[in-house]
């Protein structure tokens, strides 16, 4: 991606950028788009004092920077990754620029890209300084002009766009805007290929099926298993019995157990797996390398297994049907079509309950391997009951403190998500982890002997955790401990933030959100006595659904019991305000107290 300037957490409102000019011209050769030079130039200054900025143009294997010059500045090339677990090669070219107030410094990028598959979109935005003006155009000669598409992903309505044809019929797409304000990370902001305005040039496929064939050919063909996998298979299927979906199961437990994921992208440029054989030898592997290696188990046990070419949740600009473009998918996994079912296996989710599939790619768009041709298909939509956290037990009151026993269930997200975090945690830690995990950053809340009890990790649908909980401030006594405020907060692990919705200009993302569930029993303490129960309060707007409900219980206890459910997973910038009122409900509910008054003395 060609941005602006380097990734930052705030702006630096001394420097701008008083214009951003892009030009991208791409070259051409029997009826194709063979390659591209795009260059960059920048006028930048200061507003109060001297100061050095900081610009930023990336390149790979595909790329080279052919040019790197500033005003006061000398290029600086060193690796990128941005700050997760993946590592692609990128490498990053980092160019400092002196500016002056009143004076004007120049700086300029040109890069060469091989291969028109990779050419990079261009951001509208800079992380770090305003940008007074900026200019993006795209030069497509005459000869692949009905090939070519230019558009603006996450377009503002600020933008212009206007389309120039010369007498020989060479196309020129301009886009112009004018006052971009840095880019500053918000809470709860999207990932930035869904919510930054961005140029896209689309050069190399003109349609899905040429993206498919480009694809096809990296795939191995994995008719005729080798000697390892062809006895690997025999001992799973030995082991499941004739059962397609026990068969199945019995492959993507093994991958999941057996063969470590390691987020490198190995292969041509990321999009050619490993061999299946290779995978298996090595026992680890990439997404890729694990999809080839479940498709090769499932077709030698008598299962049809195929590759598929996904686009992760907020990772990915556009679906496959939106544009024929290597960008709409950033993931592999494997599908076992079964008579007229799909059962899509993700082999990168470790500790995953049968049949589960990860909400990063539940819903998205993917393309399924289907000899010459592709069927092009939507992975399962996300079931929200597959993921939650449900705790129950008992509770007393002990001063101003709520305290015993609780235990946790997780399925879904929530198991994969605590077993795959226990696994890499030395045994001597792994109680204190599962106690910062459940006082979710509250200092009033204090967790002893928190233990991941012991299951079957992929035939059990839920991990357990148990731990003796105490909520120091769970209780409010008033009128010299008279009348007793009992609030149990049922639906805290939930975890909603608000955020500041006078200057909001991103959209609010809370696809992370996993459902929760509560059945806890209150102990009403010798000489006090309930003073009615409360009414259920029902949470019920355009985000969340649930409720929060108390009941008698049996002898002298209250029970209560909530659930928390998402709506929707997203609000825009203008419902900010409205997202706000909407956490506010969730915290109102699961603050609901029970009131408990002190017997009359007899």
Not at 134 to 151: F, G, L
Request: hydrophobic letters at 40%; aromatic letters at 6%.
């Amino acid at each position: 991606m060609l941005a602006a300037a380097v990734c930052a957490t705030s702006s630096d409102d001394n420097i701008f950028i008083a214009e951003r000019t892009v030009t991208c011209r791409l070259n051409a050769r029997d009826g194709r788009v063979s390659g591209a030079k795009v260059s960059q130039d920048y006028t930048m200054t200061a507003r109060r004092v001297h100061d050095m900025g900081l610009l930023v143009t990336f390149y790979d294997r595909n790329s080279t920077v052919d040019n790197a010059s500033a005003t006061g500045g000398k290029p600086r090339y060193r690796a990128w990754e941005d700050g997760d677990i993946f590592y692609s090669g990128t490498r990053a070219c980092l160019l400092p620029v002196e500016v002056k107030p009143g004076k004007k410094s120049q700086a300029r990028f040109q890069v060469s890209y091989a291969s028109p598959e990779f050419i990079d979109d261009i951001m509208l935005t800079s992380s770090l300084y305003d940008i007074a003006r900026e200019q993006v155009s795209v030069h497509i000669p005459a000869e692949v002009a009905e090939m070519v598409t230019v558009d603006i992903l996450n377009a503002t309505g600020r933008e212009k766009t206007t389309r120039e044809v010369d007498a020989k019929g060479n196309v020129t797409v301009i886009v112009t805007v004018d006052s971009v304000e840095a880019l500053s990370r918000e809470p709860l902001m999207p990932e930035a290929a869904v919510c930054i305005p961005m140029v896209r040039v689309n050069a190399a496929f003109a349609d899905l099926s040429e993206l498919y064939a480009y694809l096809r050919v990296k795939l191995e063909p994995l008719d005729t298993p080798d000697a390892e996998i062809a006895g690997l298979a025999a001992r799973l299927a030995a082991e499941a019995g004739p059962d397609t979906l026990a068969r199945i199961d019995a492959v993507a437990r093994w991958v999941r157990e057996n063969i470590r994921y390691v987020a490198i992208e190995y292969g041509e440029l990321a999009h050619k797996p490993s061999p299946a054989s290779e995978v298996l030898a090595k026992r680890y592997g990439d997404c890729k390398g694990s999809a080839n290696l479940i498709c090769a188990l499932l077709r030698a046990v008598g299962i049809d297994g195929r590759r598929v070419w996904v686009g992760t949740k907020g990772a990915v600009p556009a679906p496959f049907s939106a544009r024929p473009s290597l960008g709409s998918a950033n993931h592999m996994i494997a599908a076992a079509v079964v008579s007229d079912s799909i059962v899509y296996i993700d082999g990168t989710t470790s500790f995953a309950p049968r049949g589960f599939v990860p909400p990063s790619i539940a819903g998205q768009e993917c393309m399924i391997e289907n000899g010459d041709t592709f069927i092009l298909a939507n992975v399962c939509a996300p079931c929200p009951s597959q993921s939650v956290l449900r705790q129950t037990g008992s509770m007393e009151i002990d001063g101003t403190a709520l305290r015993g026993p609780m235990r946790y269930d997780m399925s879904g997200v929530w198991r994969c998500m605590i077993e795959s975090i226990m696994s890499g945690i030395n045994a001597t830690r792994r109680s204190q982890v599962l106690a910062a995990f459940l006082a979710m950053g509250r200092k009033s809340i204090t967790i002893d002997n928190a233990e991941l009890l012991p299951s079957p990790v992929y035939d059990a649908d839920t991990s357990s955790i148990a731990a003796s909980i105490c909520d120091n401030e769970a209780v409010r006594a008033v009128s010299a401990r008279s009348r007793l405020y009992v609030m149990p907060r049922p639906l805290r692990m939930a975890q909603i933030a608000t955020v500041d919705a006078r200057k909001r200009r991103l959209p609010v993302d809370c696809s992370d959100f996993l459902p929760v569930e509560s059945d806890i029993l209150i102990e009403i303490p010798q000489g006090y006595v309930a003073d009615g129960l409360p009414r259920t309060v029902t949470v019920d707007n355009p985000w969340f659904e649930g409720h929060v409900t108390y009941s008698a219980g049996h002898g002298s206890t209250v029970r209560c019991t909530a659930a928390l459910h998402q709506r929707r997973e997203n609000a825009a910038p203008d419902e900010a305000s409205a997202w706000n009122e909407a956490v506010k409900d969730v915290e109102k509910a699961s603050n609901t107290a029970l009131v408990l008054l002190r017997k009359p003395s007899e």
